[in-house]
């Protein structure tokens, strides 16, 4: 399916580049860069959020160079979620701001609720969770207004993620489930993903033994439709589930998979954090020196993280 899209879009955008047709190549651009950033493994040597860094800088000049504000602010969007990956959260937050400004000065919905999503994100990754609550509130009231189910499944996601960070696992509980029932309702596939895997790792914080059918169920459907960064989650959270059940080596099969595909991702933190959990299976099996070897990668990550912050 997502090959499909991808091979569509290309030979679409070449044509509007044959034919001069720069607002052409900016809306393929556009739909591009979002299947090739989540749903395709990079080349050797290349990781996701590198070529989605350049071909957001590169989608922001081409909607500049027509001035298509509600492209500049999609495309703004685009360069926050590639700069939060990256660590650089005040540049981030700043592009977060600028979409956000050029959404609501052009009265775009979707742009508004997609601008508040990347804040969210942004202010997520250094912990900010109050606020980032507040801008998922506020994409949420624009999706709504716009009428897009998909996008509210979307936005119910990251704010079930953050009532459970902020511990409070009802409210995390119930917008989930509110999330999963619109993308069953649906039948989008793409959202009902991330929702499985969030409610996997609540259940794991309730011990609740759905965790693991929840971590499985999501798995299968990341791989099914080659959803990268969502199977890495997805094998990160059996890890956790099989270190909490006592099971270190099956977890240590699960973490190391992890590990490989976020290497391919270029999500710094979703990095460390796999590292952090690797290390923590292989001191249970015993194994200190591979323990070690990654508690010091993922260490390395974390320092360069919050210096750059």
Excluded at 39 to 58: L, M, Q, Y
Excluded at 122 to 132: D, G, M, N, P, S
Aim: glycine share 8%; net charge negative; charged share 25%.
């Amino acid at each position: 399916m997502y090959g499909d899209w991808s091979a569509t879009n290309r030979l679409v955008l070449a044509a509007c580049h044959r034919s001069g047709n720069l607002l052409g190549e900016a809306v393929m651009l556009r739909g591009l860069i979002d299947v090739v950033t989540w749903n395709s493994t990079p080349e050797k040597g290349d990781d996701a959020t590198s070529r989605f860094h350049a071909d957001a800088f590169r989608l922001l000049e081409m909607f500049t160079e027509l001035g298509e504000r509600r492209g500049m602010s999609d495309a703004a969007v685009m360069i926050s979620w590639a700069l939060t990956a990256r660590g650089a959260q005040a540049d981030a937050l700043a592009y977060g701001d600028r979409a956000l400004r050029l959404a609501e000065e052009t009265e775009h919905l979707g742009g508004q609720a997609r601008a508040h999503v990347a804040l969210a994100v942004a202010l997520a990754e250094t912990r900010e969770v109050a606020t980032a609550m507040g801008h998922l509130d506020a994409a949420l009231a624009a999706a709504r207004a716009l009428g897009n189910p998909r996008y509210e499944t979307a936005v119910l996601q990251f704010l079930g993620i953050a009532y459970r960070e902020a511990g409070e696992l009802e409210a995390s509980a119930r917008v989930l489930d509110e999330s999963l029932a619109i993308s069953r309702r649906y039948r989008d596939v793409y959202t009902e993903v991330l929702t499985m895997i969030a409610l996997a790792r609540l259940y794991l914080r309730q011990g609740d033994p759905r965790a693991r059918e929840a971590a499985e169920a999501s798995l299968a459907l990341g791989r099914e439709f080659s959803m990268s960064h969502h199977v890495a989650d997805a094998l990160g959270t059996l890890g956790e589930v099989e270190l909490a059940a006592g099971r270190p080596e099956q977890a240590v099969a699960y973490l190391e998979q992890s590990v490989a595909i976020w290497r391919t991702r270029g999500w710094l933190s979703f990095l460390a954090g796999a590292l952090h959990l690797l290390g923590q299976a292989y001191e249970a099996t015993g194994d200190e020196p591979a323990a070690a070897r990654v508690r010091g990668e993922a260490g390395e990550i974390l320092a360069a993280l919050s210096s750059a912050r």
